[in-house]
């Protein structure tokens, strides 16, 4: 199946840095997700985006639809140690039911 | 807490064996969808039920096939079981256009 490609694959920042990651797809999307993975859980969903250019906030977090509904950005400011795990963007298409999803980015954050 | 319950959470099954996984949805929530994740990836899309009824379905062959209860609840059935099988599997409850909100996964091996 369709994976978006998502970038950067990891990053490594020290407490207190802005953090900034995007999610890019080769089909024109109608929603956006972005969700926050631990190890051995499941995915919890931080943002929903539904229309194009789009800016949403979830606390520290910021995320937006692009322009041209092929990509999505996701912000994290002033980050903390519990930020630490495995962002995945989802994306869906106006046919078909189902989410494709990023192949994910790392965040290490260093206190 | 997405009130998304997965069962049981960690599994091993010997190859050639079937297995069955089960997924309570969030109440209210009409959709199931099923993503198999695998080590180091983004999860990908199994199938769909919306009111008990197949509504989708990725790249996986036929021996993956599963039910959506009155309740919404579901199960996915993995027959003839293979080493590749070896993954997280995760439940997304939703509204059929809504966002989808995970549970925590059930972690099969296969040996």
């Known amino acids: 199946g369709q994976q978006l490609n998502q970038s950067p694959q990891s990053m490594f920042i020290q407490e207190g840095e802005d953090v900034s990651m995007n999610c890019t797809s080769s089909?024109?999307?109608?929603?956006w997700l972005w969700y926050k993975q631990d190890p051995g859980e499941g995915p919890v969903l931080l943002i929903a985006l539904y229309k194009a250019g789009e800016l949403t906030s979830n606390g520290r977090l910021t995320a937006q639809f692009g322009i041209t509904r092929k990509d999505s950005f996701l912000n994290i400011s002033a980050s903390i140690p519990s930020d630490v795990g495995i962002y995945f963007c989802?994306?869906?298409?106006?046919?078909?039911?189902?989410?494709?999803f990023g192949t994910g980015t790392s965040l290490t954050v260093i206190p | 807490e997405t009130g998304v319950t997965q069962s049981p959470t960690h599994l091993i099954k010997t190859r050639g064996q079937q297995v069955t996984l089960r997924c309570s949805s969030q109440?209210?929530?009409?959709?199931v969808s099923w993503y198999q994740q695998a080590l180091g990836q983004g999860p990908q899309f199994i199938f769909q039920y919306y009111r008990e009824e197949e509504n989708g379905r990725g790249n996986f062959p036929p021996r993956f096939s599963g039910l959506q209860f009155p309740n919404y609840s579901s199960e996915l059935n993995v027959n003839a079981l293979e080493l590749d099988d070896s993954a997280l599997y995760l439940c997304?409850?939703?509204?059929?256009?809504?966002?989808?909100?995970f549970g925590q996964g059930t972690r099969l091996t296969v040996v």
């Open positions: 997304a409850s939703s509204l059929l256009t809504g966002r989808a909100f």
């Open positions: 109440s209210g929530h009409n959709t």
């Open positions: 989802a994306g869906k298409a106006n046919t078909g039911n189902q989410f494709y």
């Open positions: 089909s024109i999307f109608n929603t």
